[in-house]
């Protein structure tokens, strides 16, 4: 039972430089998120998902842009790293329907430096 | 979006003492979650409360929801080092991922 799987778990950018950060859930949950966690920052939403072919800011969205892919995987990208962008990222899924009461279940993070 | 804040943001203390951290908002919840997160995790949720004045205990923790869900708070007996983490809470509830904001937190640190 994976739940909520990113690729990868650590990755070093040089300023300038392009990734994707991966996520994919194995419980067909509608609705997806990407935040950042600084210290101190708690978590920041970027981007979410609330269904297959539909994406929306969060509170952090600039330098990002996020596809989702179809209803498992929802990908973040960044297109020309920036040092501020230095985080750690959790991509999170939750069942939201009214019996579900939003319950966020989280990948283990992607730890992300940019140099 | 719904702003909550937490108290204390760092707590450090021995272990089997008893400590408090809070959750608080001018918004109210239909409910609110708390989540722990542990170094190198993500965060994993502990309890939901839905009702106002309800309390929820999970062995050592106990958490109640404010009379008029604005707010919440987590008490722990007899901390032990395993209860180190970021406590985190949020908004729970259907409909309320567009609006989720998770509070900034209270890093926990158990000494034995």
């Known amino acids: 039972n994976a739940g909520v799987t990113q690729t990868p778990k650590f990755q070093v950018l040089k300023t300038g430089q392009s990734m994707t950060l991966q996520c994919a859930q194995d419980?067909?949950?509608?609705?997806m998120y990407w935040y950042r966690q600084d210290p101190g920052m708690g978590l920041r939403l970027i981007y979410y998902?609330?269904?297959?072919?539909?994406?929306d800011k969060g509170e952090v969205p600039n330098g990002y842009n996020v596809s989702r892919l179809n209803k498992r995987e929802f990908s973040l990208r960044l297109e020309s790293a920036a040092p501020s962008q230095t985080s750690v990222y959790f991509c999170?899924?939750?069942?939201?329907?009214?019996?579900?009461?939003?319950?966020?279940?989280f990948g283990a993070g992607t730890r992300l430096s940019v140099l | 979006t719904q702003l909550l804040e937490q108290s204390p943001q760092f707590l450090s203390i021995q272990e089997g003492e008893n400590l408090t951290v809070y959750c608080n908002s001018s918004?109210?919840?239909?409910?609110l979650q708390w989540y722990r997160q542990e170094p190198g995790e993500g965060p994993v949720l502990l309890v939901t409360?839905?009702?106002?004045?309800e309390v929820k205990k999970l062995k050592r923790l106990t958490f109640q929801f404010g009379d008029a869900r604005k707010d919440s708070s987590l008490h722990i007996t007899a901390a032990q080092p395993g209860d180190t983490g970021l406590y985190l809470c949020?908004?729970?509830?259907?409909?309320?991922?567009?609006?989720?904001?998770f509070g900034s937190g209270t890093q926990l640190t158990v000494l034995p």
């Open positions: 419980m067909n949950h509608n609705s």
């Open positions: 949020a908004p729970g509830g259907p409909g309320s991922a567009r609006q989720l904001t």
């Open positions: 918004s109210v919840f239909s409910s």
């Open positions: 999170a899924s939750s069942d939201d329907s009214l019996q579900a009461k939003n319950i966020q279940y």
């Open positions: 998902s609330a269904s297959e072919g539909t994406t």
């Open positions: 409360v839905v009702t106002g004045g």
